[in-house]
T-cell receptor, first 113, second 112 residues
Framework: KAGVTQTPRYLIKTRGQQVTLSCSPISGHRSVSWYQQTPGQGLQFLFEYFSETQRNKGNFPGRFSGRQFSNSRSEMNVSTLELGDSALYLC????????????FGSGTRLTVV | EDKVVQSPLSLVVHEGDTVTLNCSYEVTNFRSLLWYKQEKKAPTFLFMLTSSGIEKKSGRLSSILDKKELFSILNITATQTGDSAVYLCAVTQGDSNYQLIWGAGTKLIIKP
């Protein structure tokens, strides 16, 4: 079965712009979680969606937002980009029964210049 | 503040060696501890531990949790070059089974 698909793989944006990242979960998975990974901070939880509802949110500013569609695909949006937003953004999908069932995508590498 | 600390941050060993990776945590209302392997980008799940003293094993990898001392170890025996990766430890807490608190990872390099 197809894995978790994240697009685009790489992205370069300038400060002040906004960006939308996409995540298509494994077929049948209803939970999608987003993480930011930076060398200094490691992996940090952004938010988790289940059946189109945000179920959990991490400690990120309001510039970071997301949504989930009825087909479980999820998008993450970052507005007014800052240099510090440069990171690998990982999406993980699961049936919704807990993180041991997570399957991660390969991520989107965002560089803000 | 909740935190997960992994040590060492990096480790270089030769093929065939045995390695032990450490993960200690200080979180409120601990629920479970998970180990992941990250080779290029996508972390892959290794183990989930919820009970103290019960070893989880998968081939040459094993892990155990000590809830009294608040740590876990991941052992890899007879290491191979394919074990080279970043090993991540994460903890879940309370009712939130879905929000993981991550350690910074241990970068393991296996030399042939």
């Amino acid at each position: 079965k197809a894995g978790v698909t994240q697009t685009p793989r790489y992205l370069i944006k300038t400060r002040g712009q906004q960006v939308t990242l996409s995540c298509s979960p494994i077929s049948g998975h209803r939970s999608v979680s987003w993480y930011q990974q930076t060398p200094g901070q490691g992996l940090q939880f952004l938010f988790e969606y289940f059946s189109e509802t945000q179920r959990n949110k991490g400690n990120f500013p309001g510039r970071f937002s997301g949504r989930q569609f009825s087909n479980s695909r999820s998008e993450m949006n970052v507005s007014t980009l800052e240099l510090g937003d440069s990171a690998l953004y990982l999406c993980a999908s699961s049936l919704g029964l807990g993180p041991h069932g997570y399957t991660f995508g390969s991520g989107t590498r965002l560089t803000v210049v | 503040e909740d935190k997960v600390v992994q040590s060492p941050l990096s480790l270089v060993v030769h093929e065939g060696d045995t390695v032990t990776l450490n993960c200690s945590y200080e979180v409120t209302n601990f629920r479970s501890l998970l180990w992941y392997k990250q080779e290029k980008k996508a972390p892959t799940f290794l183990f989930m531990l919820t009970s103290s003293g019960i070893e989880k094993k998968s081939g040459r990898l094993s892990s155990i949790l000590d809830k009294k001392e608040l740590f876990s170890i991941l052992n890899i025996t007879a290491t191979q070059t394919g074990d080279s990766a970043v090993y991540l430890c994460a903890v879940t807490q309370g009712d939130s089974n879905y929000q993981l608190i991550w350690g910074a990872g241990t970068k393991l390099i296996i030399k042939p």
